[in-house]
């Protein structure tokens, strides 16, 4: 069965290194500002490594915003933020790389899959026992494809 956190493999090596940056930084811990600072430096060095501009990126706290809540905007090439999560950060930054490099002519559907995909994957690959404890509390959102997960 497919598993989200199983199925992107390849990480350049400074998206690897800004991750394991960003963990270090315990970035669940701390005002608004300080995380936008960390979330911030982390798309600076993965967007580096990616050889690609930065996207803006968003904080538009809001404290009813549902687990997830993010988005990514073609035409302004920015990342909004609803909540602090790290993999809402990873997905949508995700979509940048993805529109960036042309493969946004993808579909809507390839283009969730491939974020999903990348977010679960490099956390897991950086932080494998944090990632499995938030499986298990149940706050990784869409491990599964939609259509197998029934
Ligand atoms: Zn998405």
Same mark, same amino acid.
């Not at 946004?104 to 809507?108: F, L, M, N, S, T």
């Given at each position: 069965?497919?598993?989200?956190e199983?199925e @992107?493999?390849l990480?350049a090596?400074?998206?690897?290194?800004?991750?394991?940056?960003?963990?270090?930084?315990?970035?669940? @811990?701390?005002?608004?500002?300080?995380?936008?600072?960390? +979330?911030? *430096?982390w798309?600076?060095?993965?967007?580096?490594? @990616?050889?690609?501009y930065s996207?803006?990126?968003?904080?538009?706290?809001?404290?009813? $915003?549902?687990?997830g809540?993010?988005?990514?905007? *073609?035409?302004?090439?920015?990342?909004?933020? +609803?909540?602090?999560?790290i993999i809402?950060?990873?997905? !949508?930054?995700?979509? @940048?790389?993805?529109?960036?490099?042309?493969r946004?002519?993808?579909?809507?559907t390839?283009m969730?899959d491939?974020?999903?995909?990348?977010?679960?994957?490099? +956390?897991?690959?950086v932080?494998?026992?944090?990632?499995? !404890?938030?499986v298990?509390?149940?706050?990784?959102?869409?491990t599964?494809p939609?259509?197998e997960s $029934?």
């Open positions: 069965m497919r598993r989200y199983n @992107h493999l990480f090596p400074g998206v690897l290194k800004a991750t394991r940056k960003l963990f270090k930084a315990r970035p669940w @811990h701390g005002d608004e500002a300080r995380l936008r600072e960390i +979330y911030s *430096r798309v600076d060095r993965a967007s580096e490594a @990616h050889g690609i996207p803006n990126l968003m904080f538009r706290l809001e404290p009813e $915003a549902p687990r809540a993010g988005y990514y905007d *073609r035409y302004t090439k920015t990342l909004f933020l +609803y909540r602090p999560s809402t950060l990873f997905h !949508e930054f995700r979509h @940048h790389v993805q529109c960036e490099r042309g946004d002519v993808r579909g809507r390839w969730e491939d974020a999903r995909a990348f977010s679960l994957s490099l +956390y897991k690959r932080r494998p026992e944090r990632f499995t !404890e938030a298990q509390a149940g706050t990784v959102l869409f599964q939609e259509t $029934a």
